[in-house]
C-alpha cells in the first residue's frame, strides 16, 4: 500500500497530447513512471483540438480557490491526509493518503470540484472542465512523499490557490494583481 497519491490532473483541452509544452503529456503508452512522456507531434496535436467538443477551460483566481477548497473540504470529511495542494490555471496537483484506488480518488476529487463550482455560478453544468483521467503517482515512502510536496508547492512557480498545512491557516488567498 502506498503512503500516499501524488495526483495530478488537467483542465479540459489545455494540455493536449501531441503538445510541446512542459514535458509533454501521459498516455495510455506513457503512463509507467520512469517512462518517456509522449513526444511532441503536431498532428496528434492538431487531432487532438479537433475532436474537442467545447472550448478548452482555465481556471481563474476566484475559481482556482473554489477547486482548492473543495479539495481541502473534501480530504477533512473524508478523513484524508492532506499533503499538500496546489491549484493553477491549467492543471491540479494533490499530495494525499486516502484509503481508496488513487483513480476514484482523481475522480471524487474532480466531481467535488465540479459540484462546487456549479454551486457558485461558474458555467453550466455540463461544462467540462477536467481531462479525462489524469497521473496517479504510488508515493511509497515519506522522502519521496516530501520530495512531491516541495514540487507541489515550490516547483510550479509563483503560488496561486494552494494549501500547505505546516503554515498556521488552512486555505491561502492568491496575491492580487492591480
Do not use: C
Amino acid at each position: 500500500m502506498a503512503l500516499a497519491y501524488f495526483l495530478t490532473f488537467t483542465t479540459y483541452g489545455t494540455w493536449l497530447h501531441g503538445t510541446d509544452k512542459g514535458l509533454g503529456s501521459v498516455d495510455k503508452a506513457h503512463n509507467v513512471h520512469g517512462n518517456p512522456f509522449v513526444e511532441t507531434d503536431a498532428a496528434r496535436l492538431a487531432a487532438a483540438r479537433d475532436a474537442m467538443t467545447q472550448p478548452a477551460y482555465a481556471l481563474d483566481a476566484p475559481r482556482r480557490e473554489i477547486v482548492r477548497d473543495a479539495i481541502v473540504e473534501l480530504a477533512a470529511e473524508k478523513g484524508w491526509r492532506l499533503w499538500a495542494v496546489h491549484v493553477r490555471s491549467n492543471h491540479v496537483h494533490a499530495v494525499v493518503t486516502a484509503d481508496r484506488d488513487p483513480g476514484r480518488l482523481m475522480s471524487d476529487l474532480k466531481a467535488r470540484e465540479s459540484r462546487d463550482l456549479n454551486r457558485a455560478g461558474f458555467d453550466d453544468a455540463d461544462r467540462r472542465r477536467w481531462t479525462r483521467h489524469g497521473s496517479t503517482r504510488h508515493l511509497f515512502d515519506e522522502g519521496s512523499v516530501m520530495e512531491a510536496v516541495r514540487y507541489t508547492l515550490d516547483e510550479q512557480g509563483p503560488r496561486m490557490a494552494y494549501f500547505d498545512p505546516n503554515e498556521p491557516h488552512t486555505r491561502s488567498k492568491e496575491p492580487r494583481t492591480k
